[in-house]
């Protein structure tokens, strides 16, 4: 009897991950893996060629915050305000982040928006 497309769907999923993701670091010192992605807007704040100069306003709903891209079995393991140490170079985004929010895709998968990891906002919510 062939397994169940949910089954064979998270053992790709695993398997893809394990193989491709990049390496995060939890808390606890746990080791983790996903999709991580750290969008840069510096080409285009103050850019010349793009017609933004400094002090120019920026559409804060066009800012793309960092994530990390994991199975939902494993977004468990990191609720809102955790920590994750994402272990790349710093030039890659790599670095200690908090975790703002879940946002489940749907397909077994989530994405954990991150922010800086600053304690000065830590009673904002």
């Given at each position: ?13 695993r ?5 491709l993701?990049d ?10 893996r996903?999709?991580?992605?750290s ?8 850019a010349?060629a ?8 920026v ?15 494993d ?9 994750v140490t994402?272990?790349l170079?710093v ?5 200690r982040y908090?975790?703002?929010?879940h946002?489940p895709?749907?397909?077994g998968?989530v ?15």
């Amino acid at each position: 009897m062939a397994p169940a497309f949910r089954a064979l769907a998270e053992r790709m999923d695993r398997l893809l991950v394990d193989r491709l993701g990049d390496q995060a670091t939890l808390e606890d010192g746990t080791m983790m893996r996903g999709a991580f992605a750290s969008p840069f807007l510096g080409a285009q704040i103050g850019a010349k060629a793009s017609g933004f100069r400094l002090g120019a306003a920026v559409n804060a709903d066009q800012l793309a915050e960092p994530t990390f891209h994991v199975r939902a079995v494993d977004a468990i393991k990191l609720p809102r305000g955790a920590f994750v140490t994402v272990d790349l170079a710093v030039e890659h985004g790599g670095g200690r982040y908090k975790v703002v929010r879940h946002e489940p895709d749907g397909s077994g998968m989530v994405n954990l928006v991150l922010g800086a990891d600053n304690e000065r906002d830590d009673d904002i919510q």
